[in-house]
């Protein structure tokens, strides 16, 4: 009998399709994973009626034959994708009860071909985080270790329910979403592999907002080919979307040939960061290495707004939030904090949202409102977007001159302890995102691939950045590096 | 075609207890977009729906939806732009413009503050035949509306009805050109008319499909003048701007009254603060919207979820190629082509069904004839039964056909009245109703000449003393219309009698 957690989605797709076992028998081995690991506590929301129901109806359209590559495939759907009348708060107090009368297009796209939800995935609030300290259902457990020790670790954010679902085998793959490195960062702290695709690439309809010119969502899962399958599906155009492009998307999964010969890998000299581990420069230079032996050219490239990237992001993303986060007011859904005889509105939004956002939130909330206040406007956003159009330019130009991908490591440093950041400055959590964010504000796919352990056996990954809409060739290229890094480590199971 | 000639008129003069002021004002005009859906959603824009019953999960500003703007409403934006003669601007961008309220779910109101769809433009405002001042717009942007909160349902609780929320506007700016209460009031008349000519606004203040706040600031006379030449605002004074205002005549009496309050400060030795009002038309006065406190700064930005509105020269092209003959252009065409006066085609002009009317009645006839009858018949009744144009019983048709009886000498003017009078509430054919009651006047001097005979006959009395004062003529005259049921031809009748007592 085939284990069954052990697969991939290429895999049980695969399988499912000989008949070797049916969708039903792969969402109950599933549902019970999920329930023997609440102490990851990364599923927010637990929905095996639905995944019953929905693995049923894929087993009939897999045995009639025609069954599209998602189908019958369990996953977790990160808490800031809509589901209809499932719970969906983002993990946010604020939204304390919020189930919507709609489906998100992506779940919609992903129901549609077949897939299976287990559940809703916890996540930091409203996305805002890298260690899932900030959400309001506590924080997601790593299934990973280091060596011996026994202290808990983070699996990175905001995505990091997600990712800990996918590393723990609790799923075989999950949505993210990434504004600054929410899909990438976890992922590379769980030995996954996640996909940031090109803005516009996936629809946001139905994604709870967090900063909306930089949001966008991905795949989760074990392999780059599970990446380009998954891809698929949750990629289109949607006319609810105005920023939604509309092109075709291509057959990602035929992309992965794994031939990269000619390819031209840049390696941009400002994400050499002082004081970064040795092991990080380490893991760097090796995947530069694994690449060229596949037949790729490794060139020296310049990306000199770089270090204005965090400081950008860090005022467009605020900015962003705090006004998409005033709907969340106390009148229409969600939480709504008791007044006393004689308040008032004010007193009612007020209160609202200082009990129903956490520090977090609120602090970003502040920084938004501050950076985008008059007298400040010029000065802060203004400024940040200029920033955010040289750093665009900063990629154009190494693209236009022939760079097919650009390689990078995916965050400076293996996961760290639950707690280990609660009392350091806020802007060293930010830190994390240092080689993500750039990739967000150019609006670039990126995609991070696991590529070796720490000495404490924890995974680290690197991340390629694509030109944009060119995921295919990214992902060819990730395969690449996925081929010859051969990383296979799995986090022993302790839980 | 040309523009009549005019005048621009004296700025009003307030005269204070110390000292003469003159007004500055100028005008944001809230025009609701007529479009069946609204800004950003497929949502229904019906007036008076079940509270809360055409609202969209955008409108209610749920998690995760977004705005898709719609093409509809951007058209009509630019086809008022190209009605007031404006440059079009073929990239335009929405911002957000962030506060707080309950009828406002977003927590954010979708506009254009940065780069607003249409520039600048003029509007010619009418404020008597030959004078008209001509206000500068400053700019059309397209916005979102709020919802209503109802605050009277509950003693403990508001109440908010989303029908309204997302409504797509369109917001007239003008320059600060306007210099009197009844131009204020004119100029919102004006917009009125020309969105309704345009169709791109139904122009129902009642509604609030037109709304307008109003910036006022006093000056001492000749302040303006130098303001004009430099365009420095050191020259005028502060403003307030009194909010939310739907209809001309509160218009007029809060600008009035909010001119008269500045002066009394200024003469007082004080200093206005630039704020916003609302106008408290049962009390006379103005009172502030908002303690300081609670000034808003808005944050505006771009919004992150539409793009930027980029449109084709060749769609403004189509949409200019489109437009309907204007108000001003209308007037001075039927001042031409007809030879009214410009009272007459203002009258005519007001309403383009009004107008269409009257060119239905005109064509092929005597304009000055069809205007007299539209005007001064028509509308006059029209009025006293409270109908617009569409409800008119008598068609253009009809009315033409009046006027040819009467051109053709088959009735008198008189009885053409009265003829109105049963096709307004009969209805038919005016030919035939004239033939079948023997409306017809008589023209046949034979029997006029009957007549008088025979009236002569029966009293030789009134024959001598006509004879004697030929100012007496007149009662025969009375006569032979009474024998004759006023039938008889005015002109023949007169020429009869004159005839007879030689």
């Not at chain 1, 899932?132 to 299934?143: A, C, L, R």
């Not at chain 1, 890998?265 to 230079?285: S, V």
Request: glycine fraction near 10%.
């Amino acid at each position: 009998m085939t284990d069954l957690s052990k697969l991939t989605i290429a895999d049980a797709r695969d399988a499912m399709r000989k008949g070797n076992f049916t969708a039903v028998e792969l969402t109950e081995q599933y549902l019970g994973a999920i329930e023997a690991a609440d102490v990851l506590n990364a599923f927010s929301t637990n929905t095996p009626d639905i995944a019953r129901a929905q693995a049923a109806a894929a087993d009939m359209r897999i045995a009639k034959g025609d069954a599209p590559d998602m189908c019958g495939i369990p996953l977790g759907i990160k808490d800031l994708f809509c589901t209809k009348g499932v719970q969906t708060q983002a993990a946010s107090h604020i939204l304390d009860g919020f189930k919507p009368e709609y489906e998100s297009t992506i779940t919609s796209q992903l129901f549609d071909a077949g897939a299976v939800m287990l559940g809703k995935l916890n996540m930091d609030e409203f996305a805002m985080g890298s260690s899932n300290e900030t959400s309001f259902y506590g924080p997601v457990t790593s299934p990973w270790r280091r060596g011996n020790e026994e202290t808990k670790l983070t699996p990175g954010g905001s995505s990091g329910g997600s990712a800990s679902a996918v590393s723990a085998d609790l799923c075989l793959g999950a949505t993210g979403t990434d504004t600054g490195g929410s899909i990438r960062q976890p992922a590379a702290f769980t030995g996954i592999v996640g996909v940031k695709p090109t803005y516009g690439r996936c629809s946001r309809w139905g994604v709870v907002a967090f900063a909306s010119s930089l949001d966008q969502a991905g795949p989760m899962v074990k392999t780059v080919r599970d990446s380009a399958i998954m891809l698929e599906a949750m990629a289109g155009h949607d006319a609810k979307d105005s920023t939604s492009a509309d092109l075709a998307v291509p057959n990602f999964e035929a992309a992965l040939t794994g031939d990269i010969r000619g390819k031209k890998i840049g390696i941009p000299k400002e994400y050499r960061l002082d004081g970064m581990p040795d092991e990080i420069e380490t893991l760097w230079q090796e995947g530069a290495e694994k690449l060229r032996d596949a037949g790729a050219e490794i060139v020296d490239i310049s990306l000199p707004h770089t270090k204005y990237a965090l400081p950008a992001y860090y005022v467009i993303a605020p900015a962003e939030a705090s006004s998409n986060l005033s709907r969340y007011d106390g009148v229409k859904y969600g939480h709504r904090a008791k007044l006393n005889a004689g308040e008032g509105i004010t007193e009612m939004y007020e209160r609202t949202r200082a009990e129903g956002f956490g520090d977090e939130v609120q602090r970003r909330v502040m920084i938004g409102a501050y950076v985008l206040s008059a007298g400040f406007y010029d000065a802060y956003y203004i400024r940040a977007q200029k920033v955010r159009t040289l750093i665009k330019q900063d990629f154009e130009q190494v693209f236009a001159e022939g760079i097919d991908q650009i390689l990078t490591p995916a965050t400076p440093s293996a996961a760290f302890g639950l707690g280990e950041m609660a009392n350091a400055d806020p802007i060293k959590m930010y830190l994390n995102d240092v080689f993500t964010v750039t990739v967000n504000l150019a609006g670039l796919p990126g995609v991070s691939v696991p590529a070796g352990l720490d000495a404490s056996g924890l995974p680290l990954g690197l991340q390629l950045i694509g030109q944009p809409w060119n995921e295919a060739d990214m992902l060819n290229t990730a395969f690449a590096l996925e081929q010859a890094s051969g990383f296979a480590a799995k986090p022993a199971r302790w839980w | 075609m040309t523009n009549l000639a005019y005048t621009e008129p004296k700025a009003k003069v307030i005269a204070g207890a110390k000292e003469d002021w003159e007004l500055v004002i100028g005008l944001e005009v809230h025009a609701q977009i007529a479009s069946k859906a609204k800004l950003f959603s497929g949502a229904s824009t019906q007036f008076g729906a079940e509270p809360n019953s055409n609202v969209a999960f955008v409108d209610a500003a749920m998690p995760g939806m977004l705005p898709v703007v719609n093409e509809f409403c951007v058209e009509q934006a630019i086809r008022t732009g190209l009605g007031l003669k404006a440059k079009i601007n073929l990239m335009s961008r929405f911002d957000r413009k962030n506060y707080f309220y309950p009828d406002l779910p977003q927590g954010y109101q979708i506009s254009q503050l940065y780069h607003p769809i249409v520039g600048e433009g003029e509007i010619l405002v009418d404020m008597e035949p030959g004078v008209a001042r001509k206000v500068r717009v400053e700019r059309i942007h397209i916005e979102q509306d709020a919802g209503k909160s109802v605050h009277d349902m509950d003693p403990e609780m508001s109440f908010v009805d989303l029908n309204r929320t997302g409504v797509g506007l369109m917001e007239i700016v003008s320059f600060p050109d306007i210099r009197g209460p009844e131009e204020a009031a004119e100029y919102v008349r004006k917009i009125r008319q020309i969105v309704r000519y345009l169709g791109t606004c139904d122009g129902n203040m009642q509604e609030g499909s037109m709304r307008a706040d109003v910036n006022v600031s006093v000056c001492r006379p000749g302040d303006y003048e130098r303001f004009r030449e430099s365009g420095d605002f050191k020259h005028l004074g502060t403003r307030c701007e009194i909010k939310n205002m739907n209809s001309m005549r509160f218009i007029q009496q809060a600008i009035d009254v909010e001119a008269r309050r500045q002066i009394a400060i200024l003469e007082d030795g004080g200093s206005i603060d630039q704020e916003t009002r609302l106008y408290d038309n049962v009390k006379g006065e103005t009172r502030p919207m908002r303690s300081k406190e609670e000034a808003h700064d808005y944050r505006y930005f771009p919004c992150p979820d539409l793009l930027p509105l980029e449109i084709e020269q060749s769609w403004v092209d189509k949409i200019a190629a489109s437009l309907p003959e204007l108000p001003d252009e209308k007037k001075a065409r039927f001042v031409k082509n007809f030879g009214m006066t410009e009272y007459d085609a203002s009258v005519l002009t007001a309403d383009v069904a009004n107008a269409e009317y009257f060119e239905a009645v005109a064509k092929g006839r005597d304009g000055k004839q069809a205007a007299n009858w539209v005007i001064n018949e028509l509308f006059g009744r029209l009025k006293k039964e409270d109908h617009g144009i569409e409800d008119s019983p008598i068609s253009a048709n009809q009315l033409g056909g009046i006027i040819d009886l009467i051109a053709k000498g088959d009735i008198s003017g008189k009885i053409g009245k009265e003829l109105f009078e049963i096709v307004w509430t009969e209805g038919g054919d005016p030919a035939e109703i004239v033939e079948a009651r023997g409306m017809k006047q008589v023209t046949d001097f034979g029997a006029i000449e009957a007549a008088m005979d025979k009236i002569m006959a029966d009293n030789p009395a009134q024959v001598e003393k006509a004879k004697a004062n030929p100012k007496l003529a007149g009662w025969f005259v009375g006569q032979i219309m009474k024998a004759t049921g006023g039938k008889a031809n005015p002109k023949a009748v007169n020429e009869t009698v004159r005839k007879k007592l030689g």
